[in-house]
């Protein structure tokens, strides 16, 4: 089987319903993106912050996956699919992909708020401020804010070396560092993006470019993926 590795971004989820701050002018639910997604926000207000994820595990509960989630599960039929994504959300896994990577993290994670290995599900419960983790820190969301390393970073580069055929769906590439994955890629490897404003992206001119959404895209980048089986 091929490697097939696809990186997706908001713009797939966005099409379930869950809202990303990059449409609504750096404000996030009505909140300065920096205010809850940062460190800085982090230390100046967290029990703003940790109740603004409770609201988001709220909302991630109320949507589904979609029909392009739903597809690139079954390309695993016909190739070794990895996903990359920059969502926070489960719709992928929940739409049935078995390898997906989670570059900035889970929404449904808690971890410590110090360095440790602590790491645990709690699906959509809330976190208060004073709930501790057996180390005895404070509880954050397990979520890489702005002003963080991105720890999955390494494992994706990899990922994306082994490529044979490569896709993006759903993000402008303008979030650094999961935008330069792109420079992981093998020069010879077909690579295909899916995005509504794909002529505003800064990309080579070898790339096949779908300006679709993700659910409507996944039509025509079928017909280019059977062609290589």
């Given at each position: 089987?091929?490697?097939?590795?696809?990186?997706?971004?908001?713009?797939?989820?966005?099409?379930?319903?869950?809202?990303?701050?990059?449409?609504?002018?750096?404000?996030?639910?009505?909140?300065?993106?920096?205010?809850?997604?940062?460190?800085?926000?982090?230390?100046?207000?967290?029990?703003?912050?940790?109740?603004?994820?409770?609201?988001?595990?709220?909302?991630a509960a109320t949507v589904?996956?979609?029909?392009?989630?739903?597809?690139?599960?079954?390309?695993?039929?016909?190739?070794?699919?990895?996903?990359?994504?920059?969502?926070?959300?489960?719709?992928?896994?929940?739409?049935?992909?078995k390898q997906v990577t989670?570059?900035?993290?889970?929404?449904?994670?808690?971890?410590?708020?110090?360095?440790?290995?602590?790491?645990?599900?709690?699906?959509?419960?809330?976190?208060?401020?004073?709930?501790?983790?057996?180390?005895?820190?404070?509880?954050?969301?397990?979520?890489?804010?702005?002003?963080?390393?991105?720890?999955?970073?390494?494992?994706?580069?990899?990922?994306?070396?082994?490529?044979?055929?490569?896709?993006?769906?759903?993000?402008?590439?303008?979030?650094?560092?999961?935008?330069?994955?792109?420079?992981?890629?093998?020069?010879?490897?077909?690579?295909?993006?899916?995005?509504?404003?794909?002529?505003?992206?800064?990309?080579?001119?070898?790339?096949?470019?779908?300006?679709?959404?993700?659910?409507?895209?996944?039509?025509?980048?079928?017909?280019?993926?059977?062609?290589?089986?």
């Open positions: 089987m091929k490697n097939l590795v696809i990186l997706t971004g908001a713009g797939i989820s966005a099409e379930s319903g869950i809202k990303t701050f990059r449409d609504h002018d750096g404000l996030w639910e009505n909140h300065d993106v920096m205010e809850v997604a940062s460190i800085e926000g982090w230390h100046k207000n967290p029990a703003l912050v940790l109740e603004f994820y409770n609201q988001r595990r709220k909302q589904f996956p979609n029909t392009a989630h739903e597809y690139l599960a079954t390309l695993e039929k016909d190739f070794n699919t990895h996903i990359i994504t920059q969502n926070v959300d489960d719709l992928h896994e929940r739409g049935g992909s989670h570059l900035h993290g889970k929404l449904s994670e808690i971890k410590s708020s110090f360095h440790s290995d602590y790491c645990k599900d709690i699906g959509g419960d809330e976190i208060q401020l004073g709930d501790t983790c057996p180390d005895g820190h404070q509880l954050r969301p397990n979520i890489v804010w702005f002003g963080e390393e991105v720890p999955m970073l390494d494992k994706a580069a990899k990922i994306c070396e082994t490529a044979d055929i490569f896709v993006i769906i759903g993000t402008s590439l303008q979030v650094y560092p999961a935008a330069g994955l792109i420079y992981h890629i093998p020069s010879q490897c077909p690579v295909f993006i899916i995005d509504p404003k794909v002529d505003e992206i800064n990309i080579p001119n070898h790339y096949t470019c779908i300006k679709s959404s993700a659910v409507d895209g996944i039509k025509i980048l079928d017909h280019h993926l059977k062609k290589l089986l």
